[in-house]
């Protein structure tokens, strides 16, 4: 029977002022902190807070046979260090009672591994300093944002010293083998790639509380079964932190389940690993191509969330082209408004696929053409900053 790996994706994005009001900007605060507070204020609430003591209770409980990781996102960090250093504290608190592993990621939960090693080598580097400095803690393993992942990203993340990565495990590129193993990218020596179960993460993420789902309810002991009698090594089982929901309509359901599940867990012989244990508990005992980029989001896994229309596009060509003079001047608020202006959630909210999705992390704005309105604005801004700066 294989263990289980439990990962969660804790990210709050910057949302951006109405356009006429960052006409109006004449320094660099672009972004609308009362909104960003009033939502993560609400997340806070309904999810962070409730979910963490929940799972600190469940850690202590269990001693040792209860464990989970998390990753968070700088910019979330920079929100609650803004807006509610008490959640910040609570997730502090869990992280340091043990039984929970931290991940890297960009810290701008930003798409640059598309454009700029020296942008992507930066802002991973940015996030294991902030880190260490909030939790005292080194990742050892590393997701990109929105698990976006192919050979050439595995392959870089090695360089970089990590001893796993996080992947979707997709079908197409899967055929018939399982996700429930540990993989190695090919051109890698070291690194273990661990691929994510779509189907039986999704059940807990989305699928829980839906009363048309044909495996309604599912119980603990229902859902401990289907892994005693999964074959691999480990079924990892990674989702949004929001999608928990404690505190809305269905999470007393949702808290129930997970309140119990370690016991239903240790009663059929099952137990818990950290992304990091895996690695160091399994050989990576096949070898997983992924030429194309792929992700956890949408229907497609693919990279079209962010860049299928050429609004999205365009904005990413844009932001990126300013790279080399924006960290040529050395100006470290300037800097980081620019980086800022990277995360993955302002090109996802220019998506006219119509399934822009995320929960707390749905589109803030009236449609896609607003988002990339207010985006263009403030590029605006920074390239006639930069231009000034150039002229003296």
């Known amino acids: 029977m294989?263990?289980?790996?439990l990962y969660f994706q804790v990210h709050q994005p910057n949302r951006l002022l109405p356009r006429g009001a960052i006409r109006q900007v004449s320094d660099l605060h672009f972004e609308d902190d009362a909104v960003n507070a009033a939502i993560l204020g609400r997340v806070a609430d309904e999810c962070y807070l409730p979910a963490n003591r929940m799972f600190k209770r469940l850690i202590e409980k269990h001693a040792g046979r209860f464990s989970m990781a998390l990753s968070i996102s700088g910019t979330a960090i920079e929100q609650m260090e803004r807006h509610r250093p008490d959640v910040?504290?609570?997730?502090?608190?869990?992280?340091a009672g043990g039984g929970v592993e931290l991940l890297a990621e960009t810290y701008y939960h930003s798409l640059a591994f598309m454009h700029s090693n020296k942008e992507f080598d930066r802002q991973v580097d940015l996030h294991?300093?902030?880190?260490?400095?909030?939790?005292?803690?080194?990742?050892?393993?590393?997701?990109?944002?929105?698990?976006?992942?192919?050979?050439?990203?595995?392959?870089?993340?090695?360089?970089?010293?990590?001893d796993g990565i996080l992947a979707e495990g997709v079908e197409r590129n899967l055929g018939p083998m399982s996700p429930n193993h540990l993989y190695r990218a090919p051109e890698t020596a070291r690194i273990k790639t661990l691929l994510r179960n779509i189907r039986v993460s999704d059940d807990l993420g989305f699928r829980l509380t839906d009363?048309?789902?044909?495996?309604?309810?599912?119980?603990p002991h229902k859902f401990a079964s289907w892994l005693d009698g999964t074959a691999g090594d480990v079924v990892n089982l990674f989702m949004g932190y929001e999608t928990l929901g404690l505190e809305r309509t269905g999470g007393d359901e949702i808290r129930d389940?997970?309140?119990?599940?370690?016991?239903?867990?240790?009663?059929?012989g099952l137990q818990?690993?950290?992304?990091s244990e895996a690695v160091d508990l399994y050989r990576a005992s096949r070898g997983y191509d992924c030429r194309l980029l792929t992700s956890w989001t949408d229907h497609e896994r693919?990279?079209?969330?962010?860049?299928?229309?050429?609004?999205?596009?365009?904005?990413?060509?844009?932001?990126?082209?300013?790279?080399?003079?924006?960290?040529?001047?050395?100006?470290?608020?300037?800097?980081?408004?620019?980086?800022?202006?990277?995360?993955?959630?302002?090109?996802?909210?220019m998506s006219t696929k119509g399934t822009v999705e995320g929960g707390d992390i749905a589109m803030p704005y009236c449609d896609a053409v607003d988002a990339r309105e207010r985006f263009m604005v403030v590029l605006d801004h920074l390239h006639k900053l930069v231009g000034a700066m150039r002229a003296a």
């Open 2 to 5: 294989p263990d289980a790996c």
């Open 88 to 95: 910040l504290e609570s997730f502090r608190e869990l992280v």
């Open 128 to 162: 294991l300093e902030k880190i260490e400095k909030v939790f005292h803690v080194c990742p050892r393993v590393f997701r990109n944002t929105e698990l976006i992942y192919n050979d050439a990203i595995a392959a870089k993340i090695e360089t970089m010293g990590f």
């Open 211 to 219: 009363k048309n789902w044909d495996q309604y309810p599912l119980t």
């Open 257 to 268: 389940f997970w309140e119990n599940l370690p016991d239903a867990m240790e009663d059929a």
């Open 272 to 275: 818990w690993v950290t992304p």
């Open 302 to 349: 693919d990279l079209s969330a962010w860049t299928e229309n050429s609004m999205q596009r365009e904005a990413l060509y844009r932001v990126h082209t300013l790279e080399k003079q924006i960290l040529a001047s050395g100006d470290p608020e300037l800097i980081h408004v620019w980086a800022n202006m990277q995360t993955s959630n302002h090109f996802h909210w």
